[in-house]
């Protein structure tokens, strides 16, 4: 199945205590390109992230967020800072005591000052963080591919369409090439008729010329392989395999095909036909550029 560079996936879940979303999105590119956006305690599975994105996409510059939120209540943990307390009570009763002061000293008065508490959060397992992420990320992946899937869809059928006329026009070309050798005999027969009058026309010479000319413009090579060429961008089309990289150089060798009939080309309607046929293999060109 063809699938689209171009792809958006999310998913959101809660596991294990973890509020996790991931989203996946990817635009054009020659290669895989991979980026991750993440908490920084999380950065140990980028490269798991990353092998196993790589091996459900071939193409496209991919970027990753994922988003974490624990909603443990007892992965934070808050601490006196006793050493901190103790001299600080210390010092609120010499105050006290020195200028004979009333001691009011309260666990409020205390809890305002920040300095009182160390405030730190449980360690995680790592193997707790990637059970709550990678099934999420595997979600958004589906999802992901789903949407490239739909959108090469588009792609192949926009492609066929265009290989279907190119093909037409192919036959039209092979039908009118005969065509223009006719003309030519009928053309050089009677200027030669003008030129010498009554005189005996030499039938030979004329085959002889209308053989080279023949020679000259002829297609049939070329048709021939734009025809094979065509064939094998909709069998690629039919792969279950990336296809994008292949059909880029096959529509190469179509141009190739297209611009020496062009060259051999000593009739209009030819010539306007080779036009044609170049602008639907620039559309195709353009439609595989977003092909994986």
Same mark, same amino acid.
């Given at each position: 199945?063809?699938?689209?560079?171009?792809?958006?996936?999310?998913?959101?879940?809660?596991?294990?205590?973890?509020?996790?979303?991931?989203?996946?999105?990817?635009?054009?590119?020659?290669?895989?390109?991979?980026?991750?956006?993440?908490?920084?305690?999380?950065?140990?599975?980028?490269?798991?992230?990353?092998?196993?994105?790589?091996?459900?996409?071939?193409?496209?510059?991919?970027?990753?967020?994922?988003?974490?939120?624990?909603?443990?209540?007892?992965?934070?943990?808050?601490?006196?800072?006793?050493?901190?307390?103790?001299?600080?009570?210390?010092?609120?009763?010499?105050?006290?005591?020195?200028?004979?002061?009333?001691?009011?000293?309260?666990?409020?008065?205390?809890?305002?000052?920040?300095?009182?508490?160390?405030?730190?959060?449980?360690?995680?397992?790592?193997?707790? @963080?990637? !059970?709550?992420?990678?099934? =999420?990320? $595997? #979600?958004?992946?589906?999802?992901?591919?789903?949407?490239?899937? &739909?959108? +090469?869809?588009?792609?192949?059928?926009?492609?066929?369409?265009?290989?279907?006329?190119?093909?037409?026009?192919?036959?039209?070309?092979?039908?009118?090439?005969?065509?223009?050798?006719?003309?030519?005999?009928?053309?050089?027969?009677?200027?030669?008729?003008?030129?010498?009058?009554?005189?005996?026309?030499?039938?030979?010479?004329?085959?002889?010329?209308?053989? @080279?000319? !023949?020679?000259?413009?002829? =297609?049939? $090579? #070329?048709?021939?392989?734009?025809?094979?060429?065509?064939?094998? &961008?909709? +069998?690629?089309?039919?792969?279950?395999?990336?296809?994008?990289?292949?059909?880029?150089?096959?529509?190469?060798?179509?141009?190739?095909?297209?611009?020496?009939?062009?060259?051999?080309?000593?009739?209009?309607?030819?010539?306007?036909?080779?036009?044609?046929?170049?602008?639907?293999?620039?559309?195709?060109?353009?439609?595989?550029?977003?092909?994986?």
């Amino acid at each position: 199945m063809v699938r689209s560079m171009t792809g958006f996936g999310r998913a959101k879940n809660q596991i294990g205590g973890f509020d996790v979303t991931v989203e996946i999105k990817s635009v054009n590119h020659r290669y895989f390109e991979f980026s991750c956006r993440m908490p920084r305690a999380y950065n140990f599975l980028e490269e798991k992230i990353k092998s196993y994105l790589n091996q459900k996409i071939s193409r496209g510059k991919v970027e990753v967020s994922i988003l974490v939120d624990d909603l443990n209540q007892n992965s934070t943990v808050v601490e006196i800072n006793r050493e901190y307390a103790d001299a600080y009570i210390k010092a609120l009763n010499d105050l006290s005591k020195q200028y004979k002061l009333k001691n009011d000293v309260k666990v409020s008065t205390l809890a305002n000052n920040t300095e009182m508490f160390k405030i730190r959060r449980q360690q995680i397992e790592d193997d707790v @963080i990637e !059970a709550a992420i990678m099934p =999420v990320l $595997e #979600e958004a992946c589906e999802n992901f591919i789903a949407m490239r899937s &739909v959108e +090469g869809e588009r792609l192949l059928k926009d492609v066929v369409s265009r290989t279907d006329y190119i093909l037409s026009r192919v036959e039209f070309i092979e039908a009118r090439s005969p065509i223009t050798v006719a003309a030519y005999q009928e053309k050089i027969t009677n200027k030669i008729k003008d030129l010498l009058g009554d005189n005996t026309v030499d039938e030979q010479r004329i085959l002889t010329e209308v053989a @080279i000319f !023949a020679d000259k413009v002829a =297609v049939a $090579e #070329e048709t021939v392989r734009l025809r094979s060429h065509i064939k094998q &961008v909709t +069998g690629l089309l039919e792969s279950d395999e990336p296809v994008g990289r292949k059909l880029d150089f096959i529509v190469q060798e179509m141009n190739r095909e297209t611009n020496t009939i062009g060259s051999k080309a000593q009739d209009i309607e030819i010539a306007h036909t080779v036009v044609d046929i170049k602008s639907e293999i620039e559309k195709i060109r353009e439609q595989i550029q977003n092909m994986e």
